[in-house]
Nanobody, 114 residues
């Protein structure tokens, strides 16, 4: 079992920045990839950014160049630095870990006002 605890998020004006954190605990040795997905009510959950244990990253086209994902393996924590935020970035952001199994965090709301 892996437990994921998210922090950060909140309300910000367009053009602003936010930082999300996700701390993993439990069977962390089984984790290969960690990252963030986001979901707007009524739509499917979609990739924002993921990062492997080795540091390989993958970003959605919609966030590339504005968001930066990083990972502190010593702290078992992944971060998402979000800059130049747009109203369309408004969503619930979920931390996810991929390994022998997939685990999700509880989600954190990000709201960007215009």
């Amino acid at each position: 079992q892996v437990q994921l605890v998210e922090s950060g998020g909140g309300l910000v004006q367009a053009g602003g920045s936010l930082r999300l954190s996700c701390a993993a605990s439990g069977s962390i040795a089984s984790i290969n990839v960690m990252g963030w997905y986001r979901q707007v009510p009524g739509k499917q959950r979609e990739l924002a950014a993921v990062i492997s244990t080795g540091g390989t990253t993958n970003y959605a086209d919609s966030v590339r160049g504005r968001f930066t994902i990083s990972r502190d393996n010593a702290k078992n924590t992944v971060y998402l630095e979000m800059n130049s935020l747009k109203p369309e970035d408004t969503a619930i952001y979920y931390c996810v870990s991929f390994g022998r199994s997939t685990y999700w965090g509880q989600g954190t709301q990000v709201t960007v006002s215009s």
